[in-house]
């Protein structure tokens, strides 16, 4: 395999450690590194302890590449820069222009706020200090991000902790001069991707074993996410026909359950498929509380498709929303392939849509009976060339079993729209 040079992530901040947030910055800035030619080499995540970062901080500095984020802030538990200076054993100045940048910023906040600019000063003199060879590469709010070379030859760049701000200036760390110097010493790997669903990973791990397995330049990984399975190839220069033989053999023998091979999620897709009929959609919704329709209208520009939702929990409220009829709902219960049908005709009715589906299960951890079973979930789907019907037997905790129900309505609508646009 080539050897590309390696990049390490460091994730700062006690609140990650703690378990209080989940780290978003290090899968990214891994894939990125990954996505430029650089070799992910770890990611580790350590709290605001100072040995603990500075410890962290010279290991990281072995690589050809260490990527922070985190710490930028103007208060006295924000320390990567200082940290950072004396784990290169680099000389911490003010950067005067940097303070004119960030002063007028706190100027402005000061005056919104009505307080006197004293209370900030100290900040933005903190934040406007880096070390001698760093160079800025924009500001988030206040924080600036910095890029510089560090005595071991390894690029570093720091960034902020907010997902949003470090995303906003990556792009000019990677235009930055150190990061082009680095990236012009490799060539990017290609990726392939194969997107399955309503298998397992051992059926997937059979299918690739007998389609030759990786090796000679191409890495397939195997990965279970939502509830899903994603196959990756990361594809070395070189490698092209290779991977052309390994991915061909895959798709045959999975094609069944493959329903992408490219990044978007099952939802995008659902939605790109109604548009393409110009089918109007909707959702009705019990044990999911809308976990569906946030999917669907998460993405951008959803609302050409999507037209609404009903969340209706209580059965008083399927009834008056939905149209289920109350001696439905005595006979069979809320939980039944009846008032499943019930409540998907209700909102295609009432919402307007030409393909509405509906959810309704037992998420628990109460509410189980043996003839319903906590996990026990009921789908269906009514359109305009008829309607499809789900039991589901979920295993797991509360978020898994709702979840899983989520994802599953999704790909049944999926695999409507599909089987109508490829009969």
């Avoid at 590469?137 to 570093?156: D, F």
């Avoid at 999911?288 to 329709?293: E, K, N, R």
Wanted: proline letters at 6%.
């Amino acid at each position: 395999m080539t050897q590309r040079p390696r990049a390490a992530v460091v994730v700062t901040g006690s609140e990650l450690v703690r378990g209080e947030r989940t780290d978003r910055n290090g899968p990214f800035l891994a894939a990125e590194a990954l996505r430029h030619g650089l070799e992910p080499a770890r990611i580790t995540i350590v709290g605001d302890n100072p040995a603990e970062l500075e410890t962290v901080l010279r290991e990281s500095l072995e690589a050809d590449a260490c990527l922070v984020s985190g710490g930028l802030g103007p208060t006295h538990d924000d320390r990567t820069v200082e940290l950072l200076a004396r784990a290169t054993g680099l000389e911490l100045v003010v950067d005067e222009a940097l303070e004119a940048e960030i002063e007028a910023i706190s100027r402005s906040v000061a005056e919104r706020l009505r307080r006197p600019y004293a209370d900030f000063a100290p900040g933005v003199r903190k934040q406007a200090t880096r070390p001698v060879p760093a160079a800025s590469i924009g500001l988030a709010g206040t924080a600036p991000g910095l890029v510089l070379r560090a005595p071991t030859g390894c690029v570093v760049v720091v960034l902020p902790g907010p997902p949003a701000e470090l995303r906003r200036l990556w792009p000019n760390a990677v235009a930055s001069e150190p990061m082009q110097e680095l990236l012009a010493r490799t060539r990017p790997p290609g990726r392939r991707v194969l997107r399955l669903f309503g298998l397992s990973e051992s059926a997937v791990a059979r299918a690739l074993e007998e389609a030759g397995g990786d090796g000679d330049g191409v890495e397939a990984t195997i990965c279970a996410r939502d509830f899903e399975l994603h196959v990756d190839l990361v594809v070395e220069p070189g490698a092209e026909e290779r991977a052309d033989v390994l991915e061909g053999e895959l798709v045959e023998r999975l094609e069944r359950w493959l329903f992408a091979r490219d990044e978007r999620g099952v939802e995008e897709h659902v939605l790109s498929l109604a548009r393409a009929r110009g089918l109007k959609l909707a959702t009705a919704e019990s044990c999911t509380g809308g976990l569906v329709a946030a999917r669907l209208t998460s993405i951008p520009g959803s609302s050409d498709v999507f037209v609404g939702a009903v969340v209706a929990y209580a059965d008083a409220v399927k009834a008056a929303e939905l149209d289920v009829p109350q001696e439905l709902l005595a006979e069979h219960g809320a939980v039944s392939a009846e008032v499943a049908e019930a409540m998907a005709e209700g909102a295609r009715r009432r919402l307007g849509a030409d393909l509405a589906v509906s959810v309704t299960g037992i998420a628990g951890p109460g509410g189980g009976t043996e003839e319903k079973p906590v996990g026990l979930v009921h789908i269906h789907a009514s359109g305009p060339d008829g309607s499809r019907a789900r039991r589901l037997d979920i295993p797991g905790e509360r978020e898994q079993i709702r979840a899983r129900a989520t994802v599953t309505v999704l790909h049944l609508l999926r695999q409507i729209l599909e089987d109508d646009t490829n009969p």
